[in-house]
């Protein structure tokens, strides 16, 4: 927490950087009797001082008992204030969203939800499936038998590019 | 130093950018973590359920007996450890043989508004730690809370000793009658009725309301003095990356549960009941001489978010014969991203940790 004390040795080195050091290195400087980045490191001192300063000057204020209970009462207003833009602005966008067929939060929110059923039914399927599944012999004959079906079909398609010159409709 | 007014409207420019994209992210029903930068280290997911997202990272080296659960705080994402290297609490936990696991909170939706510290606490931090003792196969655990998370890990501690080994809470929110923070005084003059109106209008706590907090701290520092610093560092190697993942990180905030916000504001803050023991939990008073464990209360002497002085009086309330303040010369984030503090403080811990790890 700041102290009075610190705060008037605080504002008595920006003073004094301000009025002081500062001429007087920017004289030096235009003179050019100046050590190099002299100028620079006296600015720098200055800011870093004012920064100090109004950093305290803003604890002090939070810690004032008046600036916080009028937070503290402007609080429940500001919130209500925000509350009614809300609603307001919410009443004319659920306008403009029918008006464009935009969706809205909700339903996305819906469909959201909806994906993340989707999603923990398949995980549950997936995770059923060692159960059902076939043994490992019967996985390679079922993928040899949708291999042959394949090359059966692709056979067909490539006879019927050939006599017709065009693909033939599947059936 | 003139070419400062002609970067600072760049410099704004990008902080904006980074609130908005703070403040969409935040507003989000469902928190997009994936937009979380990649993680240093690598780590695999062992347990999810409740709010938590429990991570691994393998230890390197030979591995110590007891693993390390660290309990991050509620109201950021935890990325912040794990950040670059040289500056990442995981690796240096990792390197030094811990096996250590990260509790990533799952930010609340509309649905969570129910959760308060017990939600937290009796289930959600006991399924993790328990998670890890199945895993390893151990009976206990050293915990690490960082910040809002060493609070709750106080809680469990306490609500939960046998199955904790060794606790370390770092900048630990305690005794909340210190006024040394000023927005600390801000929020003592918060009514109730403002608080459960937060809850009553919006759900949960917005992330809007967390970072308006937290940026009201220090008003300048943030409107100015840390793009000066940014300026004036930009021939600094690695100042300029690390800003600006320090400033993501700083956006990245999530909201809290309706219920442990009100919670957190009134019987934490307000009421200040966690140092006398009269904190109510889950119908169970958090009883503070149930803490009997070794405990080693790390504090960051320039915290300028958890006063050191509302951090230090912890170790007299507890009943653990096996106790001592650490103090370190860092700020309340710089505790645990700063290259000093992975060279100096963590390797402290680490041995403390060593010492009571058979």
Redesign the interface.
Known sequence: ?ASPAQNSKDLASLYKMLFIELPTTSSKALLGLGEDGAL?QT??KA?DTG?RL??RS??S???N?FF??A??RS??GL?QA??LTSAVSGAAFAAWRSLTGLAG?AEI?AV?SEIRDLRRELSSLIAALPERAATDEQVDLRDEEAEEDFIRALDGRLQAVSTNGHVAKAA | ?LSLLSELPQYWTEGAIRALEGYRRGIS??YPVEDDPPPLTPYDVIYEGGKVSLRRYAAQGPRRATPLLICFALIKRPYILDLLPGRSLIETMTKNGFETYLIDWIPPN?SDTWRGFDAYVNQDIDNAAHAVMEREGVDQISLLGYCFGGLLSTMYTALHQDTVKNFIPLTLPFDMSV??I??N??V????D??VK??TH?YGNCPASIMNAGFTSM????HA??KY?GLY?NKETPGYSKMFELFERWMNNDVPLAGQIFRELIIDVFKKNLVPQSQFVAGGRRVELKNITCPVLNVVADNDDVVAPRSSLPFIDAIASRDKANLTFPAGHVGAIVSSAAQKKLWPQVCNWLADHDA
């Open positions: 927490m620079e600015v720098w800011y920064i109004v950093n803003t604890d204020l939070y810690q008992p916080g209970d937070l503290g609080l429940p919130l925000q509350r939060a929110h959201r | 130093m029903d469902s509309r006024s040394d000023p927005s005084s801000i003592h003059r918060m009514s009725d403002t109106m937060i209008i220090s008003p300048v520092h100015l003095d000066v004036r």
